[in-house]
């Protein structure tokens, strides 16, 4: 259990999904769901994966959270595509149109990413530019993209950082989110 002064309280439903679409690093899906774990955000995973869900990489990187995590898998895109219907959705690609920071998260958002090797599958990356949710962080203009455990790090905290209201100046402390 934490002893840190700041804490997110534990909800009955996750206030965030996080999604990779056919992660291919068990490292990276590792410290992804580490990641959930410590913020109460849901692992949705969607098939296929690049590795087995027992591969020893994934497990060491997720620690003792992965046991303590129930991720959500989905069978492939079109299923994906079905969960996702009626959600507040943000794609995550380097060549975003979006400032992951400019936008605004509300409980239920779901944040996808894409594989490392391949980011978004073309026929997600067409639907989210035709629903205008293409998200990226900014990067100087010589860099190709970063870690995607990196980036879920930082837009999951900046959701967050809305969704409870959290500021620089001190202000809210970690209670409940306001209803929406």
């Known amino acids: ?4 002064k700041f804490k997110i309280p534990a ?9 990779l679409l056919q992660p291919d690093i068990p490292q990276n899906t590792g410290n992804i769901a580490r990641l959930c774990r410590a913020t109460g955000a849901e692992l949705v995973l969607v098939r296929p994966l690049g590795f087995r869900l027992t591969d020893a990489a994934l497990q060491r990187a997720g620690m003792d959270y992965w046991k303590a995590l129930e991720p959500t898998i989905l069978n492939d895109i079109d299923e994906f595509f079905a969960w996702a219907a009626e959600k507040q959705v943000f794609y995550l690609s380097a060549h975003g149109n979006h400032n992951y920071a400019a936008l605004q998260y509300k409980p239920g958002s779901v944040l996808v990413f894409g594989s490392e090797s391949s980011g978004l599958p073309t026929e997600v990356l ?6 205008n949710q293409v998200v990226t962080l900014p990067m100087i203009e010589k860099a190709r993209c970063i870690n995607v455990s990196s980036a879920a790090s930082a837009v999951v905290y900046e959701a967050l950082r809305q969704i409870y209201g959290w500021s620089s100046a ?3 402390t970690g209670e409940s989110p306001a209803e929406s």
Not at 1 to 4: E, I, P, V, Y
Not at 11 to 19: A, E, G, I, Q, R
Not at 126 to 131: K, L
């Open 170 to 172: 001190g202000g809210n």
């Open 1 to 4: 259990m934490s002893d840190q």
């Open 126 to 131: 067409e639907t989210a530019y035709e629903q």
């Open 11 to 19: 909800t009955d439903k996750p206030l965030l999904s996080v999604v």
